[in-house]
């Protein structure tokens, strides 16, 4: 790939901006891709997203209606294998299918999901899944705005601390602006998916 081809001197690190699951039916294969099949000489950094984060909540807390259900969780819960009775009650019903999961992950994606880290400062740039809340230092900033926030940071026309790069939020194209850069181009509906890629000064795009 383009990134094996940069200068074997220069350390290489692929920042993943979360929202592994959620998307289809392959979520436990796209985490056992990002576990197993690392990009060679490259160090992994996984962030969480809004799915992972909701996920956590779902499993420490499995109510009826819960937001993580009507949001693609049902179909992460099938790529798993798991499968819940219907005829019983909807409360006995999430209680099973929250202790069902966790029978089902294996040992090493419980550690993956433990281990997602909310932010990843490099240089210039500072990378998250959803964005920061305006007027708030990076190191004050509050884990639900940086996994869920869209306005008042993609509305924010002055200058952050650092470039952000983010993703939550689709559009067709990647964004870059002069505060934010947005990559995420809705690869789970679109085959669109879009990676930054920062060498020193220069920057620009992979997409598929």
Known sequence: TELEQLPAEMHKVVVYLGDYIDRGDESCGVVDLLIHEPLAGCESVHLKGNHESEMESFLADPRPNHLWTQHGGMATALSYKVRVKAKVSAV?????????????????????????????????????????????????????????????????????????????????????????????????????????????????????
């Open 92 to 208: 006995e019903r999430m209680r099973e299918l929250r202790d069902r999961l966790l029978e089902a992950f294996p040992a090493e994606h419980r550690v993956f999901y433990s281990n997602l880290r909310m932010g990843y400062e490099v240089g210039d740039y500072f990378m998250v899944h959803a964005g920061v809340r305006p007027g708030l230092a990076l190191s004050q900033q509050k884990p639900t705005d940086l996994l869920w926030i869209r306005d008042p940071f993609l509305s924010h026309v002055g200058l952050f601390e650092k470039m952000i790069v983010h993703g939550h939020t689709v559009s067709p194209q990647p964004i870059t602006l002069p505060n934010r850069i947005g990559i995420d181009t809705g690869a789970y509906y679109s085959g669109k998916l879009t990676c930054l890629v920062l060498e020193g000064e220069q920057s620009r795009f992979i997409s598929t």
